[in-house]
């Protein structure tokens, strides 16, 4: 009789990660069959070309669980938990043009198989789940309180249907200016007929210019929108939301993240990139300029201004700040004078200026946090709350960090800005969406300043402070190595809380082209194994 040899195992150590022999060779089998999947159906993959989309067009119960503000200790707990389990699941962001018009006007999913292809390929390279951005400007179109989620009921179909989850943003912006065009989403019609008559719905900068990509924070509480308040306006978009969409929270959608202004981010649209008026790596402008927001300065900011004995503090923003384009060198408030940042006027100034920006984000997470809380109940079952922050990194090794200050976080090298931010977040149960992951100090220009890594470690620090779960995603495609490296690296810090997931910005051509394809493959792969 044969004696049977006992096949021994083998380890090999490579770049910290242990695999046997044999797990190897079963990786490889699943990376060869996702290659043949792709291959097979290369035809249908290369599906994302430029569109255009601005024109007019046109339930269930179950009980889960959200974090939020009542669940302050048990989100302490899940945090804890979560940092034993090192799996961080990745999403990967729709492409930014995934809806069309037909022939008659009417609205569609493009290019249906190349993206059923594309999902199922997405899926046995091992992603978790699928973001997908929700418009205002797709969903109520047309007029207030028409809401039509028809499209949206089969994309969530579509990846249900792959074995995917959905990562959900409600979007209350517009990225025609950031899109060019290629398949950007406006504010909703009748936003911008009212916008027409009256851009002080907008924000303005100093020149008056306006921007609509996001309603100005003014108009939170005034009643200018057929009869609502912008914050009326979001709140009912989510109700409607949630009870369309019920069956589907806490099982199929695991995250929603809720827009706070310019690309869905808590910021002010200090650098508008997409019209001409700011180019990277100016300082950008205050945007404080529109009526309803200059009211509130006048009511809040002019009566603590004559508290303080200083009532001209209540007249206008620093006539020293420079404009878009300027560098700080040179800008008197950002320096070190006696009219700069760290006068008691800018002090005063700043302090407002980013406060506004937090009673914003501390309005609509509340509602947003009292709309989900019902689906506490079930233990078993969580959704999370998540809201999104901007990266901005130049000048940050600056005393002033004036890019950071004209955003509307009050981030200085003597001041933390973002603890406040984070604390709102905190009290609502929500996650921070953080944001460059894959970005090193060295790869940026040494004349600007920057620091990305500064940046984000100061966040962590701060989330890890305040018990606040961290989701994590890509500022700039990252497809080589090295980039995606050092997105593990960030998402495993060791002096830091733990990256719950990770959203890949965005489905494109270049992610299913094969020298790139057999980077992701792996990065997935050893970012969804406990290590």
Known sequence: MRRRRKRKKMACKCGGYYYTLNAKASFDRDLAKTRKFLLRNVSVIRMFTSGFFRSKWRSIAGKRRILSMDAREKSRSTILESSKDKRVPIFVMMPVDIFTLDASGCPRIRKLKALTVSLKALKLAGVHGIGVEVWWGIVERCSPFDYDWSLYEELFKLISDSGLK????????????STHGKGGVSLPLWILEIGDVNKDIYYRDQQGFSNNDYLT??????????????????????????????????TVIEEISIGLGPSGELRYPAHPFGDGRWKFPGIGEFQCYDKYIFACRMEDLKMAACREGKPQWGDKGPQNAGCYNSLPSGVPFFEEGKESFLSDYGRFFLEWYSGRLICHADAILAKAAKILKKYQENEQTSVLLVAKIGGIYWWYQTLSHPAELTAGYYNTALRDGYDPVVSVLSRHGAALHIPCLEMMDSETPPTYLCSPEGLLKQMQSVSKKRI?????????????????????????????EDVRSFTYFRMNDSIFRVENWNNFVPFVRMMSTDL
């Open 217 to 250: 924070l003014g108009v939170d509480h005034v009643p200018l929108l057929s009869g609502r308040t912008a914050l009326q306006c979001y709140e009912d978009f989510m109700l409607s939301f949630v009870n369309k969409f019920e069956s589907f929270i806490g």
């Open 166 to 177: 959905l990562h959900v943003a409600l979007s209350f912006h517009s990225n025609i200016h």
């Open 468 to 496: 606040v779960n961290l989701i994590g995603r890509n500022t700039t495609e990252r497809l080589d190595k090295t980039g995606l490296w050092k997105i593990r690296s960030n998402c495993y810090n060791p002096q830091a």
